[in-house]
Structures are given as C-alpha cells and as structure tokens.
C-alpha cells in the first residue's frame, strides 16, 4: 500500500533444479538445495514455472521457521 510504510525488497535467487520425465510421462522438477522442495507438470516448462512458484513458497517457509533458505550441496566425482 502506497503511504503505508513499508517496503518490499526483492531478491532474484538463482537456483539449480533437475527436472525427469517419470513412468507415467510427468515431468518432475527438483531443487536440491532446498530439501522437499518438489514440483511437476505436464511439459518442462510447465514443471520449470511450478517449481520456480514452489521455490518462492519453500523458501517463505522456511523464512518462518527461523531455518537457513538452502542446505550444502556439493559435485562429487565417481569414478564408473
């Protein structure tokens, strides 16, 4: 509200996600550094804006909890 005192701060974060098509041919989107954080969708893209909406609501929560917004996540080389 304009006058009302307060003032919003956006923050673009940039987050890695995976994004599989499963059996049933959804497609699932994951965001690593924020355990639990999972979306899906019919096409990428679609998979790619849920998680990007669940991302913003995951890390709300966790904002409320009093919890960092990410966990560590590392590359770790395996040799096959």
Known sequence: M???GQVTIVNDMKFVVSIYQDEDGV???ECPSIPGC???GQTVAEAEANIADAIRECLAVRADLGMAPTVITREVEVTV
């Open 38 to 40: 999972v979306s899906q």
């Open 2 to 4: 304009p006058g009302s």
């Open 27 to 29: 497609y699932i989107a």
